[in-house]
């Protein structure tokens, strides 16, 4: 009888361990479920992002000019296809992308698929394009796009003005960089609403009272 009992005891046992490692499992799943779906859903808004921006480039859209002249600001908005100016009189167009990164005319970036060595007609576009500009242009225009980008952060709060200060690429190209864009740095500026000064080669903040 007491082994009978037993059997019972741990039979009922099992199957409630049985039981919770079940439940375990399905959460564990739907977490993975929704991880994957979150993974899925950020590849496919890259992807639409990357469309839009290549589009911009090859039908030659017309660019959004990047500073306003007439207030001597910059509005900094990611996928706004922009002109930062000329390299050797040639146009440098391109987006800021949400996901990173920044695909101009110079560069443009090449959407790869994962697990296909195939180079499809975009890709080849995408690199008679670049080929298009020599690499002393194409070296010019990655100076002038990091000077934006190092623009972006500051009105994001992911750089302080010290430290644009302290980065010789940014100090050294800034001046040219503003130039081309049409913004007058012998008077205060604002990026997306922050107020700015550039005087013998140091940037300051200041506020928008002043």
């Known amino acids: 009888m007491t082994v009978i009992v037993n059997s019972i005891q741990n039979l009922g046992w099992v199957a409630n361990s049985q039981t919770n490692q079940t439940s375990q499992s399905f959460k564990i799943g739907e977490g993975e479920i929704d991880s994957k779906k979150a993974e899925i859903e950020t590849s496919r808004k890259e992807y639409a992002e990357f469309i839009q921006s290549s589009s911009s480039?090859?039908?030659?859209?017309?660019?959004?000019?990047?500073?306003?002249?007439?207030?001597?600001?910059?509005?900094?908005?990611?996928?706004?296809?922009?002109?930062?100016?000329?390299?050797?009189?040639?146009?440098?167009?391109?987006?800021?992308?949400?996901?990173?990164?920044?695909?101009?005319?110079?560069?443009?970036?090449?959407?790869?698929?994962?697990?296909?060595?195939?180079?499809?007609?975009?890709?080849?576009?995408?690199?008679?394009?670049?080929?298009?500009?020599?690499?002393?242009?194409?070296?010019?225009a990655n100076e002038l796009v990091a000077v934006f980008m190092s623009l972006s952060r500051l009105a994001e709060g992911k750089k302080s003005v010290d430290s644009m200060n302290n980065d010789a690429m940014f100090m050294q190209h800034f001046p040219k960089f503003a130039k081309g864009i049409g913004l007058d740095l012998s008077q205060p500026f604002t990026i997306n609403g922050k107020s700015f000064t550039y005087s013998q080669g140091t940037l300051q903040t200041t506020s928008i009272e002043d």
């Open 57 to 140: 480039i090859y039908q030659g859209a017309t660019p959004t000019q990047l500073v306003n002249k007439q207030t001597n600001s910059i509005n900094i908005v990611a996928g706004v296809y922009y002109n930062l100016g000329t390299v050797n009189g040639k146009p440098l167009n391109g987006t800021p992308l949400a996901s990173g990164g920044f695909n101009s005319n110079f560069s443009p970036k090449i959407w790869k698929v994962p697990g296909s060595s195939i180079v499809t007609p975009e890709q080849e576009a995408a690199l008679k394009m670049r080929q298009s500009y020599s690499l002393p242009e194409r070296q010019e």
